[in-house]
């Protein structure tokens, strides 16, 4: 791959990584991108920017003026002359100031007028980097759509062993080769997504639930989103965050409250992806104090929940396409075709309980995506973002040809 005419803005912190940012460069320029060095006035303490101007044939840029003439650097021309922004390596310093909006240097300040995706790649000591207020800044960064390229566990420069190594340049240059080839096959469509359990509530402090983690929907709300979707996701209960900025979120607690959400919202969508684990049955009654525990045996009694793909698949119209979801444990494939067809479906994505690192909590699964034609496709185990990559290529194979 190739980073041809790609214009990049590199970030240089005061970190002793700093001089792994040399190789970043010059990998950089010799994949053919233009590269715009800005540096911290710490960085320049770790690596000179002699070395930096060297390697990308661009005087590299610090201070808000240079002192000898007055020239003002323009961070606005430079945050939107870039395609991408890498600040790597990053330390906790500049992590925290990113968050707040501290612009006192010239590369918090590029940062904050960047149009383009920034990747932060952080460096430090192993327990700088697990401190809560880091680990807090990084999720912040991240749900301000930044990506963040975690760093690696080994022998840090402190003589520590533990994660905080930046990760090596060869592979931060793969991770944005990777993102300019990313293709944006949903660019323009929305796409609503269901994920995680539903709780059937029994009284104010016991429901019904199953043990979805919602990786699967989460890992296709971000694989929509980067294909260029606007995402809505209509999460059950769960524990995950969402990172991309183009996705909405809708939080949920019952499959009554899902039902709604989606059938209020399926018809500004041009795809929906159904992928929770929708309780079946919900209690009779939710009964309004704490169940108290007797002698006797408990029945309760459960009335069936509203289906809700079946629901979407009754108002479908002709330019909306639908996927669903299957879980099985015995004739996987009869089961999953008899959905597809009740459930007027496009396709549906079957996952086998008896497959090794398929189906709950694992961040791995291996599905069969089968088609309306009878066409089945397997695939091998992979992680989520993976399959979820294979399903938005599916999908994007659909909504292209309505
Ligand atoms: O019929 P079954 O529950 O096995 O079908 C699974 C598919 O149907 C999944 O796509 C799931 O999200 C969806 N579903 C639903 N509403 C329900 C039950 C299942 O949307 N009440």
Redesign the pocket.
Known sequence: MSLKGKHIVLGITGSIAAYKAAYLLRAFVKKGAEVQVVITPAGKEFITPVTLSALSGKPVVSEFFTANDGTWHSHVDLGLWADVMVIAPATASTIGKMVHGIADNMLITTYLSAKAPVFVAPAMDLDMFAHPSTQHNLDMLRSYGNYIIEPTSGELASHLEGKGRMEEPDRIVAIIEEFFAQKQVLAGKKVMI?AGPTYEKLDPVRFIGNYSSGKMGFAIAEACAKAGADVTLVAGPVSLKTVHPAIRRIDVES?DEMYDAVVSEFGHHNAAI???????YKPATCCPEKMKRSADDMTLQLVP??????AVGAIKRDDQCLV????ETNNEEVNAQS?LEK?NLDFIVLNSLQDPGAGFRCDTNKVTIIERDGISTDYPCKSKAEVAKDIVEKLAEYINRK
């Open positions: 269901t499959a159904m992928c929770a684990a929708v309780a079946d929940n509203r289906d809700i793909a079946a669903g979801f299957a879980l959905k459930k």
